[in-house]
């Protein structure tokens, strides 16, 4: 990805970026595993850039980016180290370094979760009701704001549900779409929303959401069920499997004993 000082989301086809490869066919493909290799893809193209996948998953995504087409990712350990694949220090990155070199300059790309998330890709990780008295507390906005607002953000929702994917959050974490122009944040750049059933972005005209892919066997019908504002699946393709060698890679090295498939269920 180049420094994203200039926009990013492009109108474009659904499926286009998505890589065709799909060496792993015929072998019996989890849904977990389609969706490390959909995680992987949200690096494609950042370059020598730092990847900020939050939890287990994008965790293994971005190592497999980096172990496959990535090669020059910077990984972090989340604390004051790069990382290699195999957590070997490879450099030194305090996290006020992070908050005083990285993140103002765009040079990141953070995968976050999301309790809420609407059709302009705004995030609630804060507080569940009225903000004043709210019905459950969360984390609160924590780095959300600061990540909308300066590079490359995505999100991982482990389950796709009407819970969570809502007509308007209750609080803003994360910056979408609408709020980004009315704020008028130059360097906002929400570019994807992985979940168990899709792949979705904002390339639209309005910057609403939609369906880049459907994961083998999930219907639109399906997504429709699960979201609570309309979301055009029209122009969605198929996620792709892995390649044989990507699953060689997430079966073997990088997650041996399955773990992925305790937050994706088969």
């Known amino acids: 990805m180049s420094d994203n000082r200039e926009a990013s989301a492009h109108v474009g086809r659904p499926g286009a970026g998505v890589p065709q490869d799909t060496g792993g066919r015929g072998v019996n493909v989890s849904r977990a595993e389609i969706v490390v290799g959909a995680l992987a893809e949200l690096f494609r193209g950042d370059g020598p850039i730092v990847a900020s996948p939050i939890g287990f998953l994008p965790t293994l995504g971005a190592r497999l980016a ?108 994360g910056v979408g779409y609408d709020n980004a122009a009315k704020a008028g944040l130059r360097f906002h750049d929400v570019y994807r ?18 369906a880049v892919s459907l994961h083998p066997g999930v219907t639109a019908e399906e997504v429709a069920a699960a979201t609570s504002f309309e979301l055009d699946c029209s122009g969605a393709s198929v996620t792709p499997e892995p390649t044989a060698e990507q699953l060689r890679l997430i079966r073997e090295v990088l997650d041996p004993k399955s773990l992925r498939d305790k937050e994706v269920p088969a």
């Open 66 to 173: 980096r172990l496959t087409f990535e090669p020059d990712l910077l990984l972090s350990d989340g604390e004051a180290y790069l990382v290699d694949v195999d957590g070997e220090i490879e450099g030194w990155q305090p996290y006020r370094k992070m908050l005083e070199v990285i993140v103002p300059h765009g040079r990141r790309h953070v995968v976050m979760g999301a309790s809420q998330i609407d059709r302009w890709g705004n995030q609630n990780i804060s507080a569940i009701g009225d903000h004043a008295r709210p019905a459950k507390q969360l984390l609160g906005v924590r780095g959300a704001p600061g990540n909308t607002a300066n590079h490359r953000t995505s999100y991982w929702i482990p389950r796709h549900s009407k819970r969570a994917f809502v007509d308007a959050v209750d609080v803003v974490s």
């Open 193 to 210: 929303v992985v979940t168990n059933l899709g792949v979705f972005d904002f390339a639209t005209p309005s910057h609403s959401m939609r």
